[in-house]
């Protein structure tokens, strides 16, 4: 049941936060509803649930449109490509997969004046694997940089999906990377807070690194079809 396995991983979130003397309320829940029906979402809903993350733009659309009733909040987390941007800036809240400054002036621009500036995360390739997305880390400066000035996006944070592995102590490596990152970011003086980073397997980690937003999908909806 959807709203047994959410109730389970916020239990979760809470015990692994006091095992890492985090804060609990610092750990937000994104459920990635990617391929899943409606119905699925709304149950995710019934039990308190708003912040959803899709990855498909053609998937999402129906979903977002269909359920403009609620008070949720829409996180765009998968590859972008230019033809895609005006549709997710003008029905997405968030973008946490931007990874270059001409999607990044292009989400700006086409983000409609009369909503709230578009939340983004840039993505960071943080285990440099070539088919992934994201940027390199010594690339991260000069693009956050440029980024943090666009007027209609407000820049949050980073989102990172490292190489998958089975062993905390490898999972924690690159997301200790990550967190490292952030916070030279801030110190920069860059007005950050949204490390998105830990799915359903390396929550964990993720959280014992500093986390504050992890994306669980088949934690709460079960395994996906393949699409
Ligand atoms: C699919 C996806 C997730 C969720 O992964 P699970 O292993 O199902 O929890 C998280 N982040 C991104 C970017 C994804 O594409």
Redesign the pocket.
């Known amino acids: 049941m959807i709203s047994e396995k959410i109730t389970l991983i916020k239990a979760n979130i809470i015990e692994i936060a006091q095992q890492f003397n985090r804060f609990p309320a610092d750990i937000n829940l994104l459920a990635?509803s990617?391929t899943r029906p409606v119905e699925d979402i709304i149950a995710a809903i019934n039990v308190g649930q708003t912040s959803f993350?899709e990855?498909y733009l053609q998937d999402a659309l129906p979903k977002i449109q269909a359920l403009t009733k609620y008070d949720l909040e829409w996180h765009f987390?998968?590859a972008l490509q230019s033809n895609k941007t005006r549709l997710i800036a003008e029905n997405f809240d968030w973008v946490q997969s931007v990874d270059n400054f001409k999607h990044a002036q292009r989400l700006s621009t086409q983000r409609p004046t009369s909503l709230s500036p578009l939340n983004v995360c840039i993505q960071i390739n943080i285990s440099s694997e070539p088919q992934k997305s994201g940027i390199k880390l010594n690339e991260l400066p000069n693009l956050a940089a440029e980024i943090a000035i666009l007027p209609n996006l407000c820049l949050r944070g980073l989102m990172a999906?490292p190489i998958s592995s089975q062993n905390f102590t490898q999972q924690c490596l690159p997301f200790r990377a990550l967190h490292d990152t952030y916070q030279q970011l801030k110190n920069l003086g860059l007005n950050l807070d949204t490390l998105s980073m830990g799915?359903?397997?390396d929550m964990e980690a993720a959280i014992a690194e500093g986390s504050t937003l992890v994306?669980?999908?088949?934690?709460i909806f079960g395994k996906?079809q393949q699409v």
């Not at 994306?215 to 934690?219: D, E, N, Y």
């Open positions: 990635v990617k993350g990855s987390i998968g999906l799915m359903t397997n994306r669980i999908g088949t934690g996906r």
